[in-house]
């Protein structure tokens, strides 16, 4: 009779008949290698986890630059400064106008003129979305000659006035030529002009570089929502329902292995993604307790015991100390563990525990070529099924 051998699996498994046929696939891949040693038995509990297919409704949407959500009424509209690599942010207005007036290139000649296209050019920059937001010189020096540019196109409009009597608001012409300007009633047009230049940059600074980004943001979050709702939403409905998962994995051992996963007959087991956790648990209920799993040996692929356990310590386990790692019970014989280098959701597991022995787990990492990444989409969780290196840690661990 073969070796029973369950098999669970993780997150994002919501339909039977896709994780079933991965079963089947596996199965025939073993027999391929020992015809008739294993029998493998699949536990599904995917009816029971997290629903995403609405995941999207509560995402924020990008229209014309600007985010807004999913009502996109008019008075929904939620601007937000765009910071990327342009700066930190923690120049005040008044500093970044003084890089914009007096920063190289281009140069104000008179100290009054200078101190009042200061005021202008901080004034207008308190009005924008973007630019008061950018305290990277560089950037900023790209708007220089633009606001001086205006401020002397300005000056240039009203060049046929007659000179002030010292008594009313003056600007000296901005120039970088050596000769002395004249004075003329030019604050008022200087103002007007620098103001829409400035808000001409931001403005279209914040359409490039709002869509820019948040078109990236939008495809990121669009194409990562389901994946991690599927995660995360299926851990807290775990969380609600250990007990009712945990049983299936009791319904098939009556089912199909009657007598096995205890401390006389322990079983064999695989575990994806999340269903180590689901098999974790099991393996630490209270000694007294009859669903207290036993395994004879334990493979798990793109799993993260250690990392919840870590987080949120289990019952019956030390808390996890740098250098000091957390002894587990007996109910587990042998542990191989695989990790995907580009799965962000899998962990190790023999720098974390030690079994009962003093041994540790066996991690084994899985490296995959660039191109079944980008086929993957960069979601690299579920490639493991059918790999060489879980076929090869299969063959080596189970019994």
Request: aromatic share 6%.
């Amino acid at each position: 009779m073969p070796n029973p051998v369950l098999i669970i699996h993780g997150v994002a498994n919501h339909t039977r008949e896709p994780f079933e046929a991965s079963v089947a696939q596996l199965q025939k891949d073993l027999d391929a290698k020992k015809k008739d040693h294993w029998k493998l038995i699949p536990v599904f509990w995917g009816d029971l986890g997290g629903q995403s297919q609405d995941i999207s409704d509560c995402l924020p949407a990008l229209k014309d630059g600007d985010w807004t959500v999913r009502s996109e009424a008019a008075d929904d509209m939620l601007p937000t400064p765009v910071r990327g690599d342009l700066g930190s942010g923690r120049l005040t207005n008044r500093a970044r106008a003084e890089i914009l007036v007096s920063g190289g290139g281009p140069a104000v000649r008179s100290a009054r003129s200078q101190s009042d296209l200061l005021d202008i050019v901080s004034e207008a920059l308190s009005e924008t979305r973007v630019l008061q937001h950018i305290d990277n010189p560089e950037a900023l020096a790209g708007l220089r000659e633009a606001v001086l540019a205006a401020a002397n196109s300005a000056e240039k409009d009203d060049a046929g006035k007659a000179p002030t009597s010292g008594d009313e608001e003056e600007v000296r012409t901005f120039t970088t030529s050596g000769s002395e300007p004249e004075t003329f009633e030019t604050r008022g047009a200087i103002n007007d002009v620098v103001r829409r230049v400035v808000k001409g940059v931001d403005d279209m600074l914040g359409k490039m570089l709002g869509n820019d980004l948040g078109v990236l943001n939008q495809r990121l979050r669009a194409g990562l929502a389901v994946p991690f709702s599927l995660f995360f939403g299926d851990i807290i409905v775990y969380q609600n329902k250990k007990d009712e998962i945990q049983q299936r994995i009791w319904d098939k051992v009556d089912e199909h292995a009657p007598g096995y996963g205890t401390k006389a007959q322990p079983i064999q087991m695989i575990s994806h993604s999340l269903g180590g956790l689901v098999v974790f648990d099991a393996l630490l209920r209270p000694e007294n307790d009859p669903k207290r799993l036993h395994l004879i040996t334990w493979t798990t692929f793109g799993s993260q015991p250690a990392f919840f356990h870590i987080i949120d310590p289990r019952s019956g386990l030390s808390v996890y100390k740098h250098g000091e790692k957390v002894r587990l019970p007996d109910t587990l014989g042998k542990w191989t563990n695989l990790w995907d280098t580009m799965d962000i959701l899998a962990f190790t597991a023999g720098t974390a525990f030690e079994l009962h022995d003093g041994s540790a787990p066996t991690d084994i990492p899985v490296q995959d070529p660039l191109s079944l990444i980008l086929e993957e989409k960069l979601w690299t969780h579920s490639i493991y099924w059918h790999t060489e290196e879980l076929m090869n840690a299969l063959l080596s661990t189970l019994v």
